[in-house]
């Protein structure tokens, strides 16, 4: 099942682990999480976890390798399989690329690729790498990838959760998965993130069809002292759990002028408006890069024609 995973980590001494820009704690645990595993199971190997850093790096520090270790290395990547949203492109000067995601997206840069849609988080699939082969792994892997796994299902909530999914957080509660630690990191907010989230409820707009929105200047992210992840990702979940709203979008300017999507539904596969728009993820939670807000109104159009069908279907069988 994982055999040419396996048989890669063996071949090479020099292994670099990278993942998406901004990322969330799927990627980032999952990257340290296989960066303990390998340490712990493969002697003799040089490991290095790269990227960018955020609000999520309570679960451990990137590494700053020279440009002449990843000659001749293996750069994996988790948690995404296409070029445009990798922290750190000098993957790109190792001798062999291996891409291991569970999205939604057909890789351009893999030579090697294992992706499997069925697992809820990218941690699923290097928790289950780990128990398949009875790796050794300690408390801070274990956590790492908790924290991957409880978050990309919305704490068991989401729809694709499976018994899979229950049967890896108790081997990674087994093995010692730090759970409060998890918790009171993700969960215990500063004030401006309280008010933030104030903002978003008292403001989002809604379509016709009642798909929800927020579009955010980039003067949100400094009236609140936050990121742009924060603004983006970490507050586009405010919109949901409202009783008659089934999809819900948000649209975040950044520092370098793009406008992040991020896109939720409940039951509606919405993955491929993302797609339509040069971006792709999950069937009901995924995302794009836009260049205006005026895109981000073709966006908008394009859910709320997936709704007014969606209603109409439903208006027919009864």
Same mark, same amino acid.
């Given at each position: 099942?994982?055999?040419? /995973? ?23 645990? $999952?990257?340290? @999480? ?17 990227? *960018? ?9 990137? *590494? ?23 922290? !750190? =492109? ?10 291991? %995601?569970?999205?939604?997206? %057909? ?26 082969? =009875?790796?050794?792994? %300690? ?6 990838? #908790?924290?991957?796994?409880?978050? *990309? ?24 998965? !730090?759970?409060?630690? /998890? ?29 929800? #929105? ?12 936050? $990121? ?25 300017? !950044? ?23 040069? @971006? ?8 794009? $890069? ?13 859910? %709320? ?14």
């Amino acid at each position: 099942m994982y055999s040419k /995973i396996i048989s890669l980590i063996e071949k090479y001494d020099t292994i670099i682990i990278h993942r998406h820009k901004n990322p969330d704690m799927d990627a980032l645990g $999952t990257q340290l @999480g296989l960066k303990r595993i390998i340490e712990l199971n493969f002697s003799n190997k040089l490991v290095y976890a790269v990227g *960018d850093e955020n609000n999520f790096s309570f679960l451990g520090k990137m *590494d700053h390798p020279a440009d002449d270790i990843f000659v001749g290395a293996l750069s994996i990547i988790v948690d995404v399989a296409v070029s445009a949203l990798i922290s !750190d =492109d000098r993957y790109k000067l190792a001798d062999h690329v291996l891409v291991i %995601d569970h999205h939604l997206n %057909d890789s351009d840069i893999a030579d090697t690729e294992y992706i499997n849609s069925s697992c809820i988080a990218c941690a699923q699939i290097i928790a289950n790498l780990a128990k398949t082969n =009875d790796y050794n792994i %300690d408390q801070h892997t274990a956590t790492c990838l #908790y924290g991957g796994l409880v978050t *990309d299902s919305g704490r068991f909530l989401y729809p694709n959760t499976s018994y899979k999914s229950f049967e890896i957080a108790t081997y990674l509660v087994k093995h010692g998965a !730090d759970i409060q630690y /998890i918790y009171e990191s993700l969960y215990t907010e500063p004030l401006n993130f309280k008010k933030l989230k104030g903002y978003f409820i008292n403001n989002f707009k809604t379509t016709k069809n009642k798909v929800a #929105y927020m579009k955010n200047e980039l003067s949100v992210k400094e009236e609140f002292n936050v $990121t742009t992840f924060v603004v983006s990702r970490a507050m586009v979940n405010q919109m949901s759990g409202i009783e008659g709203i089934e999809i819900w979008a948000n649209f975040t300017v !950044d520092e370098d002028g793009f406008v992040q999507v991020e896109l939720r539904s409940k039951k509606i596969p919405i993955v491929q408006v993302a797609k339509k728009f040069g @971006g792709g993820g999950h069937l009901l939670a995924c995302g794009c $890069t836009l260049n205006s807000f005026e895109e981000a109104d073709l966006v908008l159009s394009e859910l %709320d024609q997936l709704l007014e069908k969606e209603n109409s279907l439903w208006t027919n069988k009864n």
